[in-house]
C-alpha cells in the first residue's frame, strides 16, 4: 500500500505562490490527482497528472494559474499554484491511482494523503 504525504501548504496572501508537493512511498508511478475542500463544500478536483507526466488535465477553477509537475526518479509531485485567490482557501489532497483515466472523479482514487492546510488571505 502505497503512502501519500502532502507538504508545502500555509497562510499567503492574495496574488501570491506557494508549491505544493506529494511524495509517495515505494517506487511503483501511479496517475496522481490534486483535489482540494474548503469547509462546507466538496471535494473538488484541481488537477492530475499521468504516470510519465506527459498528460495533464486541470479543473475549470485553477486552469491558468495552477501547475502539475512530476520527478519519478524522487516519485514526487508538485502543484504549483500562483496568483493565489481567497478562493484557494482549502485543504488540498494527493491522491493516487494506477491508470490514467477518469482523474476528475475523486471515488476512482485507491490512495489519499492526509492533506495540507492553504490559507490565502485577502
Known amino acids: 500500500q502505497v503512502q501519500l504525504v502532502e507538504t508545502g501548504g500555509g497562510l499567503v496572501q492574495a496574488g501570491s505562490s506557494l508549491r505544493l508537493s506529494c511524495a509517495a512511498s515505494g517506487r511503483t508511478l501511479y496517475a496522481m490527482g490534486w483535489f482540494r475542500q474548503a469547509p462546507g463544500n466538496e471535494r473538488e478536483f484541481v488537477g492530475a497528472?499521468?504516470?510519465?507526466?506527459?498528460?495533464?488535465s486541470y479543473g475549470n477553477a485553477t486552469k491558468g494559474r495552477f501547475t502539475i509537475s512530476r520527478d519519478n526518479d524522487k516519485n514526487t509531485v508538485y502543484l504549483q499554484m500562483n496568483n493565489l485567490k481567497v478562493d484557494d482557501t482549502a485543504i488540498y489532497y494527493c491522491a493516487a491511482k494506477n491508470l490514467y483515466t477518469t482523474m476528475a472523479y475523486r471515488t476512482t482514487y485507491n490512495y489519499w494523503g492526509q492533506g495540507t492546510q492553504v490559507s490565502v488571505s485577502s
Open positions: 497528472i499521468s504516470q510519465s507526466g506527459t498528460v495533464t
